[in-house]
């Protein structure tokens, strides 16, 4: 890798070892050590004013159940509630990816977090982890009473692949005449399937955890192969001509990440149909960046905190 076209943000110099594949760099002993100090990032101490619980609630179109993960603060009473949709290329990831990302947020946001475990490509291909995000919001939004959350303030937020599941979830309530997200946030997502940003051709093969070039075999095992016709926008958000009616959004994209210029030309279009924005491009990290506890890190968080609060309490 050619480290002289980066600049690291102190800090975060441990993810230009590591790529998607957990295949970094280097001698076997570095490896090993390297692996083990990332399997620490995951680690999760549930902080002691927080309950968390799993369960299950029912699918839609004849799909199996979709279990999900509530958090909520043990004073509880009713507040608004955040949809976490998880990252993974669509292909992994589960519950335990964003225990982190969530109490992490519940620190500066006084809300419920209810976490969708949706099925996988390539076993499951669009629609299957849409209509599982579709179900647990219709789910949530019906049963208020039973999670004690007020139906008038429900936000999205997914990360990565899953900031492509919650810009297409908002598309499809939208459209269908849903549940209303009245805010969402996009962490670093994948909104297009042509990998053809400046962004993108810029970090085609040389890139800490994410490549160019990884997205186009993610995408084929999404939608289940490319047969020459064009992907609904539920599946690609990119591809939808018309943004108008969407929630407030929050997007967050990172410098040295070959989807940065996807988030900006979404915000871009976004506000083009008069959608409140913003976006935030953080400064010298890449694709999943937040791993990595910093104060950089919490300074996202907080930017993310403020606009959420902002929201809920205008919407009270």
Known sequence: MNLNKFKPYPGFELLWNLHMDQNPSGDGEQNRAFLQELKTLFNFNCPENIAVYD?????INGAPNVNIRVYEPKDSEILPVIINIHGGGFVSGG?????????RLMKYVKCKVIS????LAPEHVFPSALEDCYAVLKHVYENEEVYGIDKNRIAVIGTSAGGCLAAGLCLYARDHHGPIVTFQILNYPTLDYLSSTVSALQYFDDNPLLHGRNMSGVWKMYLGGFDGTQPSYYAVPSLARDLSGLPPTYIVSCEYDPLRDE??????RLLSFAVQTQLVVIPGVPHGYDLIQSDLT??????????LNKHFSSNT
């Open 55 to 59: 369960r299950s609630v029912p699918g």
């Open 95 to 103: 519950l335990n990816n964003d225990d982190n990302r969530i109490v």
């Open 116 to 119: 969708v475990d949706y099925r």
């Open 263 to 268: 988030s900006i030309e979404y915000a871009r």
């Open 298 to 307: 919490e300074w996202s968080v907080q930017g993310i905190a403020i606009a």
